[in-house]
Structure formats: structure tokens, C-alpha cells
T-cell receptor, first 107, second 115 residues
Framework: SQQGEEDPQALSIQEGENATMNCSYK?????LQWYRQNSGRGLVHLIL?????REKHSGRLRVTLDTSKKSSSLLITASRAADTASYFC???????FGAGTRLTVKP | DTGVSQDPRHKITKRGQNVTFRCDPI?????LYWYRQTLGQGPEFLTY????????KSRLLSDRFSAERPKGSFSTLEIQRTEQGDSAMYLC?????????????FGPGTRLTVT
């Protein structure tokens, strides 16, 4: 079964706006990872957040983790057309992926 | 080291034929994973190795699928008697344990088309 489940399934925004996507998981985790996949390409690791962390930043990315709700969110600030991709979360314990959030950033 | 490589990048085969894919991980990585991905879906876990030991295999994986990592370096994934439903992108990833975390590095994938 899939561990990470992303929401929404699709998101369309204008360049410069912020994009927020969410991930829910089912079991206890040591850490959670977010990945990006551009159309027709492999997955690229974006950021890892550990279970004892609540928030983490990397450039224009901000990830939060709420272990009590078994959920995480990924915020992309000041989005660019190049951010258009599918975004996946995966729990590091078993590396199961959800169906992803398809983000489209319109120029 | 330029990352995880997979060969071939594309494979077209007729139903009933056997196919084999190869994955070369990043050299110092001791874990290697295989995933299958269909259009619009996330990667579906198939199996993973730690060194040469196959530690987990998805229950969704039929007996037609087999994977090996004989010397703990490269890995092969074989599909016997292919079916049209096997058409998908097959992804390989490798990782190394650092500070209790495994960050996966993915290869470009092998796209299989079964006609």
C-alpha cells in the first residue's frame, strides 16, 4: 500500500505565487522526504525532514511536519515556470510514494 | 561518479518475451531499489537490496519478476513472459545510510513498451 498520499492532486498557479501541497502518511516515521519529477524525467530529492523537526527551509522551499497529525506540507514561494512538475512525498522508513501533486506554474 | 545509470533507456518487446534491465548505482551506496511507474501515478515499490541481500519484495510483484544484485554493485531486473500490463517506466534508485536517513538518488528509468 502507498504510505505517502499527496493533496491536492493538481494545482495551477501564476508565476510569483506561492504553492502549498500536503502529504499524509499512516505509520510512525523517522523522517519524510519530498521529491520532484519533471515531465518524462527521473525523481530528484528536494528535502528531508526528521521526525523531531517541525519545520525546515531550503532556498524557496519550506517543509513542515506534524507527527501528531501524520502530515507534512511543502511550500514553494515565489514560484517559477520551471517549478512545473509533480511533487511526491515518501516516508523514509519504507519509501512508498503517493500519486503526487501535479503543479503547473503559468508564466 | 555521475549518478545512477540504467540501461536500456527504452525497450519495446512483444508479449511473451523476456526482458532484462540493468541498474548501476552510485558506487558507495549500499542500498538499491526498484520501482515501477505508470502515467499519472507515483513510483510503485517493487523490491530493494542492501548490498547483495534482497531484503524486501512487494507482494504485488508476480513470480514473473526477479531481481538480482550478485556482488552488491549493479542490479538486474528480469521480467519473464511479458504482458501488456507490464508496460511502464522502471526506475532504479540507490542510497547510503547517513545519520539514520536514506536519501534516494534515482536513475533516468527504463521505459518498457509491451506490444
Amino acid at each position: 500500500s502507498q504510505q505517502g498520499e499527496e493533496d491536492p492532486q493538481a494545482l495551477s498557479i501564476q508565476e510569483g505565487e506561492n504553492a502549498t501541497m500536503n502529504c499524509s502518511y499512516k505509520t510512525s516515521i523517522n523522517n519524510l522526504q519530498w521529491y520532484r519529477q519533471n515531465s518524462g524525467r527521473g525523481l530528484v530529492h528536494l528535502i528531508l525532514i526528521r521526525s523531531n523537526e517541525r519545520e525546515k527551509h531550503s532556498g524557496r522551499l519550506r517543509v513542515t511536519l506534524d507527527t501528531s497529525k501524520k502530515s507534512s506540507s511543502l511550500l514553494i514561494t515565489a514560484s517559477r515556470a520551471a517549478d512545473t512538475a509533480s511533487y511526491f512525498c515518501a516516508t523514509a522508513s519504507d519509501m512508498r510514494f503517493g500519486a503526487g501533486t501535479r503543479l503547473t506554474v503559468k508564466p | 561518479d555521475t549518478g545512477v545509470s540504467q540501461d536500456p533507456r527504452h525497450k519495446i518487446t512483444k508479449r511473451g518475451q523476456n526482458v532484462t534491465f540493468r541498474c548501476d548505482p552510485i558506487s558507495e551506496h549500499n542500498r538499491l531499489y526498484w520501482y515501477r511507474q505508470t502515467l499519472g501515478q507515483g513510483p510503485e515499490f517493487l523490491t530493494y537490496f542492501q548490498n547483495e541481500a534482497q531484503l524486501e519484495k512487494s507482494r504485488l510483484l508476480s513470480d514473473r519478476f526477479s531481481a538480482e544484485r550478485p556482488k552488491g554493485s549493479f542490479s538486474t531486473l528480469e521480467i519473464q513472459r511479458t504482458e501488456q500490463g507490464d508496460s511502464a517506466m522502471y526506475l532504479c534508485a540507490s542510497s547510503f545510510r547517513f545519520d539514520s536517513s536514506y536519501e534516494q538518488y534515482f536513475g533516468p528509468g527504463t521505459r518498457l513498451t509491451v506490444t
